[in-house]
């Protein structure tokens, strides 16, 4: 009986846990895929592909297939935490993290929509659009 207790609440935290990482379902991966033409959505590659947040995790992008994109692992590596492939000078994601682009006097903060572990309602500040900070 212990047993079962042990693995069933494992198996819920990893259940939880997956919803607020970089994960991205082997479903998610082929939606994606096949969404893109299996080609890079800067240069058109269709080598070393990997799938990009368009708008960074760090900055509160989910692993939804909305917030994913096909890109080869050199625009990938330079866009970063950014906006735009330095290499190709072409902008490949949303700019909540570029600075040079976004006019932060004109953008409020509100608190965090997300919720903690606990249930409670999160006390962190944020700009994004979707409400979240970068930990929801």
Do not use: W
């Not at 494992?10 to 991966?29: A, W």
Request: glycine fraction near 6%; charged fraction near 20%; aromatic fraction near 6%.
């Amino acid at each position: 009986m212990r047993k079962i207790f042990l693995f069933s609440a494992f198996l819920f935290i990893s259940i939880s846990c997956f919803s607020q990482s970089r994960y991205v379902s082997e479903t998610t991966k082929k939606i994606v895929f096949s969404r893109d033409g299996g080609i890079c959505n800067c240069c058109g590659s269709s080598l070393k592909l990997e799938y990009d947040h368009i708008t960074p995790f760090s900055c509160g992008g989910n692993s939804d297939v909305s917030n994913m994109q096909l890109l080869c692992q050199q625009c990938n590596r330079s866009k970063s935490n950014s906006c735009t492939c330095k290499i190709h000078n072409r902008r490949v994601g949303t700019n909540c993290c570029d600075k040079n682009t976004t006019n932060r006097s004109l953008v409020t903060s509100s608190q965090c929509l997300g919720t903690t572990m606990k249930g409670s309602r999160c006390k962190k500040k944020t700009t994004n659009l979707n409400g979240r900070c970068h930990l929801h």
